[in-house]
């Protein structure tokens, strides 16, 4: 008896360690001047990356990506990437010029502020099909290289970072062009799931 007993004892400490372990994905650490939760990089309008943050060359999402519109070509559908790594340099340029051109308040819209792009992490793309560039990606929407990359791009182990009807929790109106890299077994349950990166680590 004394020995079930402490059978069980081990058995619930164990259980609970496991569990506690299990909860810590949530947690958000901070090194090297960018946020984390259970070490995906985490960047949107509460987290900013610092403006000296480079990251490595992130091979395994380039060569997803590559792999992902190769896989494309061969079904039928033109995939071009149209934006990639961008510094908080590149950003802010950017950023300003939306600004100059649409106002503060519009630019903030659809553009993020520097140090808010997930751009800045090399795990973001821009992709879009033949004909579309920065300026008319929003006509990405309409081609079926678009409905592709929605049902595809998770077997990849990208999402669609802000997908349509979930504006408010991250913040970011619809980006079908814009896809974040977090690796497939993520990315799958992303979407199974029908989350944001938001939702998923509990972070709203
Ligand atoms: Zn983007």
């Known amino acids: 008896m004394k020995k ?3 059978a069980v004892a081990i058995f619930t400490t164990i259980y609970s360690f496991k569990n506690k372990k299990k909860e810590k994905r949530n947690t958000v650490m901070k090194r090297n001047g960018a946020y984390y939760v259970n070490n995906h990089i985490i960047v949107n309008r509460d987290y ?3 403006p000296f943050y480079i990251p490595f060359p992130k091979l ?7 792999l992902m519109i190769k896989d494309a070509r061969n079904q039928g559908f033109q995939l071009i990437i149209i934006s990639g ?9 950017l950023f300003n010029m939306y600004v100059r051109r649409d106002g503060l308040e519009k630019a903030k819209t659809y553009s993020a502020e520097p ?3 997930e751009h800045q992490t090399g795990l973001a793309f821009d992709v879009a099909s033949p004909g579309l560039d920065e300026s008319i990606k929003e006509q990405f929407q309409f081609t079926k290289e678009s409905k592709w990359l929605q049902d ?8 669609i970072r802000y997908p349509k ?11 079908p062009w814009h896809i974040r890299y977090v690796g497939k077994e993520d990315a799958m349950e ?3 799931k029908n989350l944001t990166l938001e939702e998923y680590f509990d972070l709203i």
Request: charged share 25%.
């Open 190 to 192: 992303i979407v199974n």
């Open 152 to 159: 595809n791009a998770h077997f990849y182990g990208f999402i």
């Open 115 to 117: 140090g808010y792009s």
């Open 4 to 6: 079930f007993v402490l």
């Open 60 to 66: 395994k999402a380039r060569n997803a990506l590559k």
């Open 165 to 175: 009807g979930k504006e408010d929790i991250t913040e970011f109106m619809y980006e």
């Open 85 to 93: 790594f961008r510094s908080y340099l590149k950003q802010m340029r």
């Open 48 to 50: 900013k990356v610092c």
